[in-house]
């Protein structure tokens, strides 16, 4: 296969959500020689169409976490060589959690997985975080963006609860703060004070790229 039939299968394995098609290109590309940041390249482009799939109701989340499986399979793939990349790149952390009261993880989990491949350094504080937790993770890591997430109604005023506390340390003004989750709105974020709201993995990782850029 040529590189180009190999980028083209790669592309369309993700799409169709084939793990060992695509597992299996990322390592025929490496062997031809494509760049790896070439090959994160595509992948990103497939998982942009994946989202605006969903976005169209033609993908559900089964499909939304499939894909993030498949992203975290491929990136670990790609790893050895995207490193002296990475490492020369401005690194940006992110300290992100669910919020205290809540024990779902899926849409943490997936958020993460989509926003690594922009390369950011990632702190996972996990789930039923409580808000000083966040305090002392900012405080401790120095991470440009806070990510909080809630799926219950009775937990989103935790997400509030976090900024005031970063307030009171000083600390609200040295990050982005991004929330989401089932029931939270744009609204609502605007409301508590967030900088922004994403409404899934793949808004959230359009906002903070964005970001990054700027």
Same mark, same amino acid.
């Given at each position: 296969? @040529?590189?180009? +039939? ?16 695509v597992?299996? $290109? $990322?390592?025929?590309? /490496? ?12 992948? @990103? *482009? ?5 989202? *605006?799939? #969903?976005? *169209? %109701?033609? #993908? ?17 793939? /790609? !790893?050895?060589? /995207? ?9 940006? !952390? ?12 899926? %849409? ?9 491949s /922009?390369?950011? +350094?990632?702190?996972?504080? %996990?789930?039923d ?23 219950? @109604?009775? @937990? ?10 970063l307030?009171?340390? %000083?600390? *609200? ?23 922004? #709201?994403?409404? +899934?993995?793949?808004?959230? !990782? ?9």
């Amino acid at each position: 296969m @040529t590189e180009k +039939d190999i980028e083209k299968e790669l592309f369309e394995s993700f799409i169709e959500l084939s793990e060992e098609r695509v597992l299996k $290109c $990322c390592k025929e590309a /490496l062997e031809k020689g494509i760049d790896a940041e070439r090959i994160l390249n595509i992948l @990103t *482009r497939a998982l942009e169409e994946i989202g *605006r799939r #969903y976005e *169209r %109701g033609e #993908y559900f989340l089964a499909e939304l976490i499939a894909s993030g499986e498949i992203m975290k399979k491929a990136t670990e793939i /790609l !790893r050895p060589s /995207l490193a002296k990349e990475i490492s020369s790149m401005k690194k940006v !952390r992110m300290v992100i959690g669910t919020v205290e009261g809540d024990i779902h993880d899926i %849409g943490k989990n997936l958020v993460i997985t989509i926003v690594s491949s /922009l390369g950011i +350094d990632i702190i996972d504080l %996990g789930v039923d975080v409580p808000a000083e937790k966040f305090v002392e993770a900012v405080d401790k890591f120095k991470p440009k963006i806070v990510g909080m997430s809630a799926l219950l @109604t009775t @937990t989103m005023n935790q997400m509030k609860n976090v900024i005031e506390a970063l307030k009171k340390a %000083g600390l *609200r003004d040295k990050v982005k703060v991004i929330v989401g989750g089932r029931p939270v709105t744009e609204e609502f974020a605007k409301e508590i004070g967030a900088d922004a #709201y994403g409404e +899934d993995a793949f808004a959230a !990782r359009k906002i903070i790229s964005e970001w990054m850029a700027a």
